[in-house]
Nanobody, 111 residues
Framework: QVQLVESGGGLVQAGGSLRLSCTASGNIFSIKAMAWYRQAPGKQRELVAR???????IYADSVRGRFTISRDNAKKMVNLQMNSLKPEDTAVYYCNQESKWGQGTQVTVSS
């Protein structure tokens, strides 16, 4: 059974950077699309970025140009590099593969 474990969240000032990582178990990581979602207090969970098995990416309008999603199939890892962070990026960030979710990692951006 696939398990997803996120790391890399924390507290950062506006304008700063964080890098989130998600490590997956299982043998079929390389053929699956991976995604990052986030959920802020009182709001619905939303897609942040997605990367296909072939490396094609999509981003939410709110993060395009600031965030970069990447994957390392050999390490079964997907990363989210977040630059120029804003207070509105504050949320719990979740790694996703199809119906599987990680436990989430908190990102807090102070103004």
């Amino acid at each position: 059974q696939v398990q997803l474990v996120e790391s890399g969240g924390g507290l950062v000032q506006a304008g700063g950077s964080l890098r989130l990582s998600c490590t997956a178990s299982g043998n079929i990581f390389s053929i699956k699309a991976m995604a990052w979602y986030r959920q802020a207090p009182g709001k619905q969970r939303e897609l942040v970025a997605r990367i296909t098995s072939g490396g094609s990416t999509i981003y939410a309008d709110s993060v395009r140009g600031r965030f970069t999603i990447s994957r390392d199939n050999a390490k079964k890892m997907v990363n989210l590099q977040m630059n120029s962070l804003k207070p509105e990026d504050t949320a719990v960030y979740y790694c996703n593969q199809e119906s599987k979710w990680g436990q989430g990692t908190q990102v807090t951006v102070s103004s």
